[in-house]
């Protein structure tokens, strides 16, 4: 008799969510990655928003590129839909999966390399369009996968372990992500497990694209002194705009809170993100607001977190094509062709 097979029934004792599954049942395989990489900490806080949003691991439609972070989507949501696609390419392998089935929920997991390197055309792309997609970008200032080189993430100054200097620099990308049209944009920590938390839950919410610049440090080739993009360097500079909240449509909104120092966003499925403002000035509704807030972090040597800017109002890409309801790849042929009459006599009309 093989046991190979057997499906895996959950412990009477674990806690299931509302669809009655466990939180290991969002889980993935085992992680490949060094011990202590940031990236396993983001890939656990996935697998936590999910379960406990009740997400149908069915709906979800996991995207990639290349790089240890384009790994991650291996090690969560087994059940889910997956593509790992080409270095720097996913933006696109998005687009044309959410076109032909814009009922899926889309996450896509990019790393630094892959997003502002060779995949920064694609990126802007993407950005503009405010294509309903989680995209998160796991920053750790290097190419992991091909042993730490210097990605355009990189700030002026910092050193590699060989104590090579960057002498060119960064690319912000939650500043390219605000300008170029993004509609829900911060800047998290993988340390930092409450914060992105909450952000990961309302970007579930959201609709439109969702860009999460999160910093999650490279323990083999990008942790030392030196670098800006350690656990040490963040943990010191990490300076919040705002402290995120979030509350689900299935929770009842309570409404003990001060609007002269919390900004409570409605979400699109009716639950509510929280911001409790920590910079009191800080308005995340202005784009040049949030783009000179991060400009002038960077002059500072700031890491600035939070939400830096949210639009729940601007029509996404999927709402502006104007979609039949039925997703495009599930419509049979009759719909998505002319009948052989009507070309005929389109034929004839042009004869
Ligand atoms: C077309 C192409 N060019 C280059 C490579 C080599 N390559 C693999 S991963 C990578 C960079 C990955 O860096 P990043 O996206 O930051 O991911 P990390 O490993 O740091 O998580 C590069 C340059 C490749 N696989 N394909
Ligand atoms: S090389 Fe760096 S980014 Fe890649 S798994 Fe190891 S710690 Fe993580
Ligand atoms: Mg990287």
């Not at 299931?16 to 940031?38: D, F, I, K, V």
């Not at 290349?66 to 593509?83: D, L, N, Q």
């Not at 340390?191 to 309302?202: I, N, P, T």
């Given at each position: 008799?093989?046991?190979i097979?057997?499906?895996?029934?959950?412990?009477?004792s674990?806690?299931?969510?509302?669809?009655?599954?466990?939180?290991?049942?969002?889980?993935?395989?085992?992680?490949?990655?060094?011990?202590?990489?940031?990236?396993?900490?983001?890939?656990?806080?996935?697998?936590?928003?999910?379960?406990?949003?009740?997400?149908?691991?069915?709906?979800?439609?996991?995207?990639?590129?290349?790089?240890?972070?384009s790994?991650?989507?291996?090690?969560?949501?087994?059940?889910?839909?997956?593509?790992?696609?080409?270095?720097?390419?996913?933006?696109?392998?998005?687009?044309?999966?959410?076109?032909?089935?814009?009922?899926m929920?889309?996450?896509?997991?990019?790393?630094?390399?892959?997003?502002?390197?060779?995949?920064?055309?694609?990126?802007?792309?993407?950005?503009?369009?405010?294509?309903?997609?989680?995209?998160?970008?796991?920053?750790?200032?290097?190419?992991?996968?091909?042993?730490?080189?210097?990605?355009?993430?990189?700030?002026?100054?910092?050193?590699?372990?060989?104590?090579?200097?960057?002498?060119?620099?960064?690319?912000?990308?939650?500043?390219?992500?605000?300008?170029?049209?993004?509609?829900?944009?911060?800047r998290?920590?993988?340390?930092?497990?409450?914060q992105?938390?909450?952000?990961?839950?309302?970007?579930?919410?959201?609709?439109?694209?969702?860009?999460?610049?999160?910093?999650?440090?490279?323990?083999?080739?990008?942790?030392?002194?030196?670098?800006?993009?350690?656990?040490?360097?963040?943990?010191?500079?990490?300076?919040?705009v705002?402290?995120?909240?979030?509350?689900?449509?299935?929770?009842?909104?309570?409404?003990?809170?001060?609007?002269?120092?919390?900004?409570?966003?409605?979400?699109?499925?009716?639950?509510?993100?929280?911001?409790?403002?920590?910079?009191?000035?800080?308005?995340?509704?202005?784009?040049?607001?949030?783009?000179?807030?991060?400009?002038?972090?960077?002059?500072?040597?700031?890491?600035?977190?939070?939400?830096?800017?949210?639009?729940?109002?601007?029509?996404?890409?999927?709402?502006?094509?104007?979609?039949?309801?039925?997703?495009?790849?599930?419509?049979?042929?009759?719909?998505?062709?002319?009948?052989?009459?009507?070309l005929?006599?389109?034929?004839?009309?042009?004869?």
């Amino acid at each position: 008799m093989s046991f190979i097979n057997k499906p895996k029934v959950a412990h009477p004792s674990l806690r299931t969510n509302a669809l009655g599954m466990t939180r290991r049942q969002y889980e993935g395989s085992m992680s490949t990655l060094c011990a202590g990489c940031g990236h396993d900490s983001i890939t656990a806080a996935i697998v936590e928003a999910c379960w406990g949003l009740d997400m149908r691991p069915e709906q979800l439609v996991k995207l990639s590129g290349i790089g240890c972070s384009s790994k991650t989507p291996a090690y969560f949501m087994s059940r889910s839909h997956s593509f790992n696609s080409v270095h720097g390419r996913m933006p696109s392998v998005a687009t044309g999966a959410l076109m032909a089935n814009h009922t899926m929920m889309g996450l896509g997991v990019s790393g630094d390399g892959d997003t502002a390197s060779i995949g920064f055309g694609q990126f802007a792309h993407l950005m503009r369009r405010n294509l309903p997609l989680i995209y998160i970008i796991e920053d750790n200032g290097v190419y992991g996968l091909t042993k730490g080189q210097f990605s355009a993430t990189a700030d002026l100054g910092s050193t590699l372990k060989t104590g090579v200097i960057n002498d060119l620099p960064p690319i912000d990308t939650c500043v390219m992500a605000v300008e170029l049209g993004a509609t829900f944009v911060g800047r998290s920590f993988s340390g930092d497990k409450k914060q992105l938390l909450a952000m990961l839950k309302a970007a579930i919410a959201h609709r439109g694209t969702v860009m999460l610049d999160v910093i999650s440090p490279c323990v083999t080739f990008n942790d030392h002194e030196g670098s800006t993009k350690s656990y040490k360097y963040v943990q010191e500079h990490e300076e919040a705009v705002n402290e995120v909240g979030f509350v689900p449509s299935f929770e009842e909104i309570s409404v003990d809170y001060d609007p002269g120092t919390t900004y409570d966003v409605e979400m699109h499925d009716g639950s509510h993100m929280r911001l409790r403002k920590l910079h009191p000035d800080y308005n995340p509704t202005s784009r040049i607001g949030a783009v000179t807030a991060l400009m002038e972090a960077h002059e500072k040597g700031e890491v600035l977190t939070g939400v830096f800017y949210v639009d729940t109002t601007k029509p996404s890409f999927t709402d502006m094509l104007n979609l039949v309801d039925e997703p495009l790849a599930t419509l049979p042929e009759s719909r998505t062709r002319p009948s052989r009459q009507v070309l005929d006599q389109i034929m004839q009309k042009h004869q």
